[in-house]
T-cell receptor
Framework: QKEVEQNSGPLSVPEGAIASLNCTYS??????FFWYRQYSGKSPELIMS????GDKEDGRFTAQLNKASQYVSLLIRDSQPSDSATYLC??????????FGGGTRVLVKP | DAGVTQSPTHLIKTRGQQVTLRCSPK?????VSWYQQALGQGPQFIFQ???????QRGNFPDRFSGHQFPNYSSELNVNALLLGDSALYLC????????????FGAGTRLSVL
């Protein structure tokens, strides 16, 4: 079983719609959770961090964490073509090491 | 405020050669982590440096080694290059005072021929 799992996609979303991305993790001791966006050929860019159960909103992005279910999600509201990218879920468990999922590719169609 | 900087941007080497990649952390950060990202995959943790010592290491062979300097900058060295070492190498910096959130540099793309 992979430590952090994501659906590879592509997740195709019409412009203006909500994109919903999911991530599950195996280490129950994980304390910090992150979503990074990565455009093709570029490096990961941090878009959200979440540490406690519940929702955290930042602009058009909402992260949701459920530690009991070992589940993290990211919602992108009013999706724009510029949101087309790969979204990486990362979990910080032992020490300060990030464990990444394989990423979900999102395509926003005008 | 400069972010995380990495050099070089691209590198082409042949099998068996050695390579050194460099990273300067974001201002105020004292911890540097290195990741390898193969095409189509998520980044894989190589190791992390803090106070000039390797603090954690991922599942990478001893051919991968590193160093951190007093100014917090870091190097990643890979010896006896294999074709499978071709990847994007990412450096991330963080600070224990600032919740250990990691910010990535632009990466070095290494091609081994």
């Amino acid at each position: 079983q992979k430590e952090v799992e994501q659906n590879s996609g592509p997740l195709s979303v019409p412009e203006g719609a909500i994109a919903s991305l999911n991530c599950t993790y195996s280490d129950r001791g994980s304390q910090s959770f992150f979503w990074y966006r990565q455009y093709s050929g570029k490096s990961p860019e941090l878009i959200m961090s979440i540490y406690s159960n519940g929702d955290k909103e930042d602009g058009r992005f909402t992260a949701q964490l459920n530690k009991a279910s070992q589940y993290v999600s990211l919602l992108i509201r009013d999706s724009q073509p510029s949101d087309s990218a790969t979204y990486l879920c990362a979990v910080n468990s032992a020490g300060n090491k990030l464990t990444f999922g394989g990423g979900t590719r999102v395509l926003v169609k005008p | 405020d400069a972010g995380v900087t990495q050099s070089p941007t691209h590198l082409i080497k042949t099998r068996g050669q050695q390579v050194t990649l460099r990273c300067s952390p974001k201002s105020g950060h004292d911890t540097v982590s290195w990741y390898q990202q193969a095409l189509g995959q998520g980044p894989q943790f190589i190791f992390q440096y803090y106070e000039e010592e390797e603090r954690q290491r991922g599942n990478f062979p001893d051919r991968f080694s590193g160093h951190q300097f007093p100014n917090y900058s870091s190097e990643l060295n890979v010896n006896a290059l294999l074709l499978g070492d071709s990847a994007l190498y990412l450096c991330a910096s963080s600070s224990r005072v600032l919740k250990n959130i990691q910010y990535f540099g632009a990466g070095t793309r290494l091609s081994v021929l």
